[in-house]
Every structure is written in structure tokens, then in C-alpha cells.
């Protein structure tokens, strides 16, 4: 299956599309906010701020969630140029997602989403450039080092491909207690493969300094076969054997479909970065959001996001034919479930920097340097005088004080969770409306979310 032909969120703005029925994206964005906001304000340290900024959204979808973090980032920006009395940057923002994806309707609210801009900012602010990119994130995109903020929101844990899996996953669509050792290993594998192909293309993409924060669909355990990553997968994978035994569904069809998804822990998101070695972490949050954010008919609604998200897949499977039956006894038993237990989404937030070297050079450069010099007193002040060394190489080195921070420092702070509610009236969001700061601030928290504590 070529996934990126495939893979896609429902177009349009009707009932069933995903821009109806992304409202849990909606609250994870904004729970996200004071992460932005810091990073913005790393990214703009000692007031700054380059004259033409560019912003990249990976994975944006359409509907009225691909513009609240650009809002956010932008009005971040903003802040921190008026305190200072600068002139606005220009801004060059690109939409991301692979072919498939609804650009039409992304782009129709486009002009409704610049004309709440300038109410909030001011005419002063800006301009403002909006450029959709269509293709998948594990490939380069954009120009060298031309990206200065990059923003994603669940969305990379979908990945490149299906996983080659060794052995049949039988009964399972997913990873769950029943698959094989090798399944898992596979799928393991896979998402490092990918996010380790994310990362590089980034890389070269990004200026140094360059802040990216990263909102991934996780989980908390240790364990890759956990209810709380695993189980909205494997109530679809019931659905999905119920439709084989009433002989709506070959079960050949069945044993040969596996979602292209990996949850990834902490633990693993941290891994991959420090292997690849480009970026540094400032923080590494995890947050966690009720399946049921809805005040009435939660598995009605629960039922109509995952079909908004998943149908594509699915349909091109099994057909389109049965798509219907198949989530109305998927809605009965999301009903079930979560009438008798609570039901949580798990979310890993990583924001990272982008170094001017690679800590494997810099550490290759250092035992160079630690065999060439007897009088390095410490691995620390070797490192110290490597980096001055390299300043004469690299005429653009301008971030060596955060550099020595990292290489000091190689395990880097693990922040615990400060997350707040965030900004926004999520039904004002998929109204179109944006609201202003004190408007934001004066919305009562969100139901169904919890900010918890984490550290590794």
C-alpha cells in the first residue's frame, strides 16, 4: 500500500469530516500554549527577532485547529516585539501535510483566519505569507536553512509505511498483548527509523537556534502494549472481527491490515533525538486528555473522529461498502467501553533546539582534540576550547553559549509538566472564531484534561 496516497483526514466541512470532529486536537493545541510561547521566547532571546520568520505547520489537516498554532506562535512573536518597540518581521508560513489532505477547504478559511489576525495584532503586524506544502515530513520539504520555528501536533505517530512484520498479527490491527515479539520489534523499529528521518530532514532545513515543538499521540508506560495506547485499536480491531463473522469482511482482508501508528514512550522520543544528535532538548512535557471531551453523546462522537481520521485506510481495504456497518458496531462498542471505565489519550511534548553542530561531532572533534592536547585539564574546558577552535570554521556559529550548555550538560533537564488549560473556547475554534488574549484568559478550564507530572 502506498501509504502516502492513502492516508489522509476527511475532507470538507460536512458532519463526518474531520474538521467537524477534531475537538480533541483542538484542546491538545491548546494545552500546549505556554510550551509555544516559551520556546518562541528562547528562539527571540535578547529581543532577537530575524526580519523575515519562517514557520512551518507538519501535519496541519484542514479546518479551523491548522491555524491555532500559528496564531499562537505569531502572537507570541508579537509580544515580544512590542515590549522591545520593533518593527513586525515578515512571515512566511508553510501548511504541511501529504497530498491527500484537503487543501482547498484549509485555504477557503484562510482569509477569515487573516482577518481575525489583524483585529488582534494590529495592522502594524505582519505581512504575512501562507504557502501549502504537500508531501510527507520524513522527506525534505523546504530549503536549507531557511525554517526558524517548526510546529507539529499529532501527528508523528503516524508512520512512513506499514511495518515488514515477519509473522501475522492475527486478530489484531494494532499492537497489542496477542502479537508477537517480532511485531512489536518491528513497529518499534520503524518509528525509529522514522522520527530519526524526521529529525535529519529538519536539520537541514532548520537555522541553528532554530526551535521546534513536537506534540505526539504517546504513552506513559514503558510497555508498547498498554491499555492506554493500544486500546482505541483494538475495540476497532472487535468491530472489525464481528464484521468477519457475520461475513462482511474476508478474514484474509483482516490478518493483512496493520494501522501505519506507533505510540512512542518519553523514554523513546528522547532516545531517537539524542542518537540523531542535531537537536538538543529543553524540555520533554506529557499531558493527558479524556476520549470523551464531548458533554453529550461522547461515543457518538468519539466514533465519528476516529472514522474522520482512519476511513481512509480502512475503505481502501475493506471497501467503502461496509464502512458504515463497520463503525456502527464500532459506536456500540466504544459505548460500552466507555460507560464502564475511564478512557484517556496520552500526550509526549518535546520541544528541541537546533544545534550548530552535531553532538557526534562535536564529540568525534573532542577525543581529536583530547589526543592532540595534554593540557586539557577536563573533558568540560576541552570542550570549551573546541568550540572556540570552531568559531574560525564556521563563520555562522552564533550559539555557542547554548551549545557548551548542551555538551556540559549531556543528559539535558527533563521538565517536569507546567502545562496549563491553554488558550481557547474549543467550540469558538470550530465555530472559525479565534479569540483574543483576554478573551482566552477568561475561559474556564477544559473538561476531560489532565496535566500531570513526569520526569526520566
Same mark, same amino acid.
Given at each position: 500500500?502506498?501509504?502516502?496516497?492513502?492516508?489522509?483526514?476527511?475532507?470538507?466541512?460536512?458532519?463526518?469530516?474531520?474538521?467537524?470532529?477534531?475537538?480533541?486536537?483542538?484542546?491538545?493545541?491548546?494545552?500546549?500554549?505556554?510550551?509555544?510561547?516559551?520556546?518562541?521566547?528562547?528562539?527571540?532571546?535578547?529581543?532577537?527577532?530575524?526580519?523575515?520568520?519562517?514557520?512551518?505547520?507538519?501535519?496541519?489537516?484542514?479546518?479551523?485547529?491548522?491555524?491555532?498554532?500559528?496564531?499562537?506562535?505569531?502572537?507570541?512573536?508579537?509580544?515580544?516585539?512590542?515590549?522591545?518597540?520593533?518593527?513586525?518581521?515578515?512571515?512566511?508560513?508553510?501548511?504541511?501535510?501529504?497530498?491527500?489532505?484537503?487543501?482547498?477547504?484549509?485555504?477557503?478559511?484562510?482569509?477569515?483566519?487573516?482577518?481575525?489576525?489583524?483585529?488582534?495584532?494590529?495592522?502594524?503586524?505582519?505581512?504575512?505569507?501562507?504557502?501549502?506544502?504537500?508531501?510527507?515530513?520524513?522527506?525534505?520539504?523546504?530549503?536549507?536553512?531557511?525554517?526558524?520555528?517548526?510546529?507539529?501536533?499529532?501527528?508523528?505517530?503516524?508512520?512512513?509505511?506499514?511495518?515488514?512484520?515477519?509473522?501475522?498479527?492475527?486478530?489484531?490491527?494494532?499492537?497489542?498483548?496477542?502479537?508477537?515479539?517480532?511485531?512489536?520489534?518491528?513497529?518499534?523499529?520503524?518509528?525509529?527509523?522514522?522520527?530519526?528521518?524526521?529529525?535529519?530532514?529538519?536539520?537541514?532545513?532548520?537555522?541553528?537556534?532554530?526551535?521546534?515543538?513536537?506534540?505526539?499521540?504517546?504513552?506513559?508506560?514503558?510497555?508498547?502494549?498498554?491499555?492506554?495506547?493500544?486500546?482505541?485499536?483494538?475495540?476497532?480491531?472487535?468491530?472489525?472481527?464481528?464484521?468477519?463473522?457475520?461475513?462482511?469482511?474476508?478474514?484474509?482482508?483482516?490478518?493483512?491490515?496493520?494501522?501505519?501508528?506507533?505510540?512512542?514512550?518519553?523514554?523513546?522520543?528522547?532516545?531517537?533525538?539524542?542518537?540523531?544528535?542535531?537537536?538538543?532538548?529543553?524540555?520533554?512535557?506529557?499531558?493527558?486528555?479524556?476520549?470523551?471531551?464531548?458533554?453529550?453523546?461522547?461515543?457518538?462522537?468519539?466514533?465519528?473522529?476516529?472514522?474522520?481520521?482512519?476511513?481512509?485506510?480502512?475503505?481502501?481495504?475493506?471497501?467503502?461498502?461496509?464502512?458504515?456497518?463497520?463503525?456502527?458496531?464500532?459506536?456500540?462498542?466504544?459505548?460500552?467501553?466507555?460507560?464502564?471505565?475511564?478512557?484517556?489519550?496520552?500526550?509526549?511534548?518535546?520541544?528541541?533546539?537546533?544545534?550548530?553542530?552535531?553532538?557526534? !561531532?562535536? =564529540? $568525534?572533534? *573532542?577525543?581529536?582534540?583530547?589526543?592532540?592536547? %595534554?593540557?586539557? +585539564?577536563?573533558?568540560?574546558? #576541552?570542550?570549551?576550547?573546541?568550540?572556540?577552535?570552531?568559531?574560525?570554521?564556521?563563520?555562522?556559529?552564533?550559539?555557542?553559549?547554548?551549545?557548551?550548555?548542551?555538551?556540559?550538560?549531556?543528559?539535558?533537564?527533563?521538565?517536569?509538566?507546567?502545562?496549563?488549560?491553554?488558550?481557547?473556547?474549543? !467550540?469558538? =475554534? $470550530?465555530? *472559525?472564531?479565534?479569540?483574543?488574549?483576554?478573551? %482566552?484568559?477568561? +475561559?474556564?478550564?477544559?473538561? #476531560?484534561?489532565?496535566?500531570?507530572?513526569?520526569?526520566?
Amino acid at each position: 500500500m502506498e501509504l502516502i496516497s492513502v492516508l489522509h483526514m476527511k475532507g470538507g466541512i460536512g458532519d463526518s469530516s474531520y474538521a467537524s470532529n477534531s475537538l480533541v486536537g483542538n484542546k491538545v493545541i491548546s494545552m500546549t500554549r505556554p510550551i509555544i510561547e516559551e520556546a518562541v521566547s528562547n528562539l527571540c532571546r535578547n529581543a532577537t527577532i530575524p526580519e523575515k520568520l519562517c514557520i512551518a505547520d507538519l501535519g496541519c489537516a484542514s479546518g479551523p485547529n491548522a491555524f491555532l498554532a500559528v496564531l499562537g506562535i505569531m502572537k507570541a512573536v508579537d509580544k515580544i516585539r512590542k515590549q522591545g518597540g520593533f518593527q513586525s518581521p515578515e512571515f512566511q508560513v508553510y501548511l504541511n501535510d501529504l497530498p491527500g489532505n484537503d487543501f482547498n477547504t484549509l485555504f477557503r478559511d484562510l482569509p477569515q483566519f487573516q482577518e481575525s489576525m489583524k483585529e488582534q495584532l494590529g495592522l502594524d503586524f505582519g505581512p504575512c505569507f501562507f504557502t501549502g506544502v504537500p508531501g510527507s515530513f520524513y522527506c525534505r520539504l523546504f530549503l536549507s536553512k531557511t525554517l526558524h520555528f517548526v510546529h507539529s501536533s499529532y501527528c508523528l505517530q503516524w508512520l512512513s509505511q506499514v511495518p515488514q512484520l515477519e509473522e501475522v498479527n492475527k486478530g489484531n490491527i494494532y499492537i497489542a498483548t496477542t502479537s508477537p515479539p517480532s511485531v512489536i520489534s518491528a513497529y518499534h523499529q520503524q518509528f525509529q527509523k522514522d522520527f530519526t528521518a524526521f529529525l535529519q530532514c529538519r536539520s537541514e532545513e532548520m537555522v541553528k537556534g532554530g526551535r521546534m515543538v513536537l506534540t505526539i499521540l504517546g504513552r506513559k508506560s514503558d510497555d508498547p502494549t498498554s491499555k492506554e495506547c493500544c486500546h482505541i485499536w483494538e475495540l476497532l480491531s472487535m468491530a472489525l472481527t464481528d464484521m468477519v463473522s457475520q461475513g462482511l469482511i474476508e478474514e484474509k482482508r483482516l490478518d493483512e491490515f496493520n494501522i501505519p501508528h506507533y505510540n512512542p514512550s518519553p523514554g523513546e522520543v528522547k532516545q531517537v533525538v539524542e542518537n540523531e544528535g542535531s537537536f538538543s532538548i529543553d524540555r520533554l512535557d506529557a499531558s493527558q486528555v479524556n476520549w470523551d471531551v464531548y458533554e453529550n453523546d461522547g461515543a457518538y462522537n468519539i466514533t465519528k473522529c476516529i472514522r474522520s481520521v482512519a476511513e481512509s485506510l480502512l475503505a481502501n481495504q475493506f471497501g467503502h461498502a461496509v464502512m458504515d456497518k463497520l463503525f456502527q458496531r464500532y459506536l456500540e462498542i466504544i459505548a460500552d467501553t466507555i460507560s464502564k471505565e475511564t478512557t484517556q489519550f496520552f500526550s509526549v511534548i518535546v520541544t528541541v533546539t537546533k544545534s550548530a553542530l552535531r553532538l557526534q !561531532e562535536v =564529540a $568525534h572533534f *573532542g577525543i581529536l582534540n583530547h589526543q592532540q592536547s %595534554a593540557n586539557v +585539564e577536563s573533558s568540560s574546558s #576541552g570542550v570549551k576550547n573546541l568550540l572556540s577552535e570552531f568559531n574560525d570554521a564556521d563563520e555562522d556559529l552564533n550559539e555557542k553559549d547554548h551549545i557548551d550548555d548542551y555538551i556540559l550538560d549531556p543528559d539535558n533537564q527533563v521538565y517536569e509538566n507546567v502545562l496549563s488549560d491553554g488558550e481557547g473556547d474549543e !467550540e469558538a =475554534a $470550530h465555530r *472559525g472564531e479565534y479569540l483574543s488574549d483576554d478573551e %482566552a484568559d477568561k +475561559e474556564p478550564q477544559l473538561p #476531560g484534561t489532565t496535566n500531570i507530572n513526569f520526569s526520566i
